[in-house]
Nanobody, 123 residues
């Protein structure tokens, strides 16, 4: 049973940085696609960034490109999201997601989700 647990959310001022982590367990994750999504109040769940667990391809939403970096630590079985130059519009609940083999910008292919971690950026 795959389990994903996010951590690292909090309150930060505009221009600041936060680093999110997603602890992944219950599988080897070889050939899995991993991603971060976010959901602001009253809005749908939005793709942020994605990566293959085995490395190589990374994809980003245009709104975060150049500011956010997705990475994975295979030894610690952790997916990370480094967020720099943060803006008030980055405020949302951030979710970690995974599925076998499909790196996508939509929620549909993702079978496993974490519970989310709140990120608030003050102006």
């Amino acid at each position: 049973q795959v389990q994903l647990v996010e951590s690292g959310g909090g309150l930060v001022q505009a221009g600041g940085s936060l680093r999110l982590a997603c602890a992944a367990s219950g599988g080897s994750f070889d050939n899995y696609a991993m991603a971060w999504f976010r959901q602001a109040p009253g809005k749908g769940r939005e793709f942020v960034a994605g990566i293959y667990w085995n490395g190589g391809t990374t994809i980003y939403a245009d709104s975060v490109k150049g500011r956010f970096t997705i990475s994975r630590d295979k030894a610690r079985s952790t997916l990370n999201l480094q967020m720099n130059a943060m803006k008030p519009e980055d405020t949302a609940v951030y979710y970690c997601a995974s599925n076998f083999g499909v790196l996508a910008r939509t929620t549909t292919p993702y079978d496993y989700w974490g519970q989310g971690t709140q990120v608030t950026v003050s102006s």
